[in-house]
Structure formats: C-alpha cells, structure tokens
C-alpha cells in the first residue's frame, strides 16, 4: 500500500504502548470532576480488566518489547526492591505472571459475568497475538511520517509505574506477600504468607499504594516515548510538540 498512501501522521499514538494502560487495568481510570470520561471507561481496574482483558487491541496498548526494562518497579523505605521487565519481555514477566500481587491480572476481573470462553488461558492466548503483532510491525513505517505528541508537565503519564510499599518494617521477600484487600483505585493491603518462624511473625501487613504519574506529556503517554520508536533509515520522522 505504500505507493498508494501520500504519507501519515501519527497523533499522540502510543506505538511502543503506554505505562498507564497497566495503572488502568489495575487502578481503574484517573478520576476527575471535570470530565465524564472516567465514569464511562472506568473508574475502578475491574471494570477497565473487564473490556481490555478480553479485547486484543486493547492489550496492544500495554507496553510492548520495545518499550525497555524496568518500567514497573515496587519501592519501599526510599529503595527500589524490584523492576520489571528485566529481560525485555513484559509479556511473561509481567502480563502472565499469577499469583503475584503486582501481575497485571486480578484474574477474578478478567469474567466477573463468567460467561463464554473468557478466561486468563484466553487472555494469555490475545497476549501472544499481540506480542506477534509488535514484532511483525516494529519497524514498519511509511517514508512520509509525521507525529505530533504532548509534553505538559500538567497532564504527566506514567513512563515507569510506581507500587510503594508504606512502612519501615523490613520485608524479606515480595513474592510471599498476597493480597489481603484491594479498592480496585490502586490501594492496596497485602499479608505475608510464609509460617512463623523464630524471627518473624506470619501475617505482618503492608499498605501498598499506586504511585502518581510522573512523566510530562498527553496524560496517557509520556513525551519520552517519540525517541523510543524504532525507525528504518529511509524514514524522515518529523514531530511536533503541542503544549
């Protein structure tokens, strides 16, 4: 089709995926009293896990191998105790991961209506066609590409995407700790499961708490995402920054 389009431009377009897809299918969509949109997308991460879990193109929004490694990290005490991807692959180190507090999937979200074929197997099986999908487009891009995208420190978006774990009690290993209670709005109670032992009391809780958006940019993706996008050498990429 390329010698039958004149060129195109690209509008604010998380191509490599954006941050806050994750926050959203999590922590449900930032809520304002100025606009009605979150109430129709979802306020709360059950409701946003319910559509974009079951829809491909809404998984092609996560962010994808191109984005890079470590995007997600879990803080606590002013150390970063994990980041993830650390292999370049989010979709098994993040996206399929069970039984972790910090998974992209509340797996009771994905069917709340339990019906038809929906589950987190069928979730999984979209998320490999999504990966698929990015590989095969990574660096497809007309001659004449243009882009325009925001950077306004008022309207951030999540570049990395922050669990802080509050307290100063010490925490031995992130994996142990399960998920206690959830407002589904990014706050989080989670317990340590292990037995008891000489030096430590089994069930010690932890308030985890969805970190704000830090980055500038359009309010779901970050300005800092137009470097990040692979282009072939015959591709004359020209961006324009609105503020």
Known sequence: MNDNILGIVHGVMPAIGAGAAYKRMRCGFEDSLLSITPKILGNFGEEVTAVLGNAQGGLELLPNQAYGNRWLE?????????SLPQKGD???EIYKLRDRWYSLFREEWINPAR????????????LDDAKQFHNEIAETYHSQSYAHYGADASRNGWHVVRWNIEGKEKID???????VSDNRQGKLTVRDSRPSSSTRTNGSRFIVNM?????AGDQTVRSRSL????????????????A
Not at 120 to 126: G, V
Not at 173 to 179: N, S, V
């Open 227 to 242: 470097p990040l996008i692979k282009k072939p050498n015959e591709c004359t990429m020209e961006a324009v920054f609105i």
């Open 211 to 215: 970190q704000p958006a830090a980055d």
């Open 90 to 92: 989010p979709y098994e």
């Open 74 to 82: 879990i803080t606590h005490d002013g150390r970063n105790l994990k």
């Open 115 to 126: 019906l038809g074929n929906s589950s987190f197997s069928h979730t999984c099986d979209m």
């Open 173 to 179: 290993d992130l994996d142990y700790l399960q998920i």
